[in-house]
């Protein structure tokens, strides 16, 4: 069936140094989503990408959509303690297919 | 606009017992789709409900069923529950349920001892 990958599983980072996590599809997609989860919290939607080779930012995250739309990425500049949290990218198929998502810690 | 509301928040349940788990979604919301998150697992889909009827099954056995009232409210039930059914149970709603994004609610945490 369709798997989604995503790494790393953790990562831990300075206040300030940048971060990213990568998402790979088995299958093309055709969108993908990203979720952020707080501790304690429920997953967040952050965004959609549908185009191949899509990007977009918002503020300090970056998103990218592969040019096969089977892979895609979050990039994090400048990592502040309110990222603290789990991203998690959503495959969209006939279902939703979560990745196992990259928890983030980051050190004041 | 109130979001979506999953009750109970905690649940301890005993092997071998029966739970049923509340969601209501988002207003004007059809769709509500079911998640089981487990440390290390991520979010394992469950299914998913539009219009009362359930439009994809996820690889759960046949102990996990739900069902959609004409409100759009749904509920999931687990069976003859066992130890590793434990975890976080999430329901999330969108306006449609194609590529519509879900709006999580805050799960209810389940336990069996």
């Known amino acids: 069936g369709q798997q989604v990958m995503q790494i790393p599983q953790y990562q831990h980072v300075q206040e300030g140094e940048d971060f990213t996590t990568y998402c790979n599809s088995s299958t093309t997609l055709s969108n993908i989503q990203w979720y952020k989860q707080r501790p304690g919290g429920h997953p967040v939607f952050l965004i959609q990408l549908v185009k191949s080779g899509e990007v977009k930012k918002q503020k300090r995250l970056t998103f990218q959509f592969g040019e096969a739309k089977k892979n895609s990425s979050l990039h994090i500049t400048a990592t502040q303690t309110t990222d603290v949290g789990t991203y998690f990218c959503?495959?969209?198929?006939?279902?939703?297919?979560f990745g196992t998502g990259t928890s983030l810690t980051v050190i004041p | 606009k109130a979001g979506v509301t999953q009750t109970p928040r905690y649940l301890i349940k005993t092997r071998g017992q029966q739970v049923t788990l509340s969601c209501s979604p988002i207003?004007?919301?059809?769709?509500v789709s079911w998640y089981q998150q487990t440390p290390g697992q991520g979010l394992q889909f469950l299914f998913e409900y539009f219009s009362e009827t359930q439009r994809n099954k996820g690889n759960f056995p046949g102990r996990f069923s739900g069902r959609q009232f004409s409100n759009s409210r749904s509920e999931m039930n687990v069976s003859t529950l066992e130890l590793g059914d434990s975890a976080l149970y999430l329901c999330a709603s969108s306006l449609k349920g194609d590529n519509s994004p879900l709006h999580f609610g805050n799960g209810t945490r389940l336990t069996v001892t």
């Open positions: 959503a495959g969209i198929g006939n279902q939703f297919y």
């Open positions: 207003s004007g919301h059809r769709s």
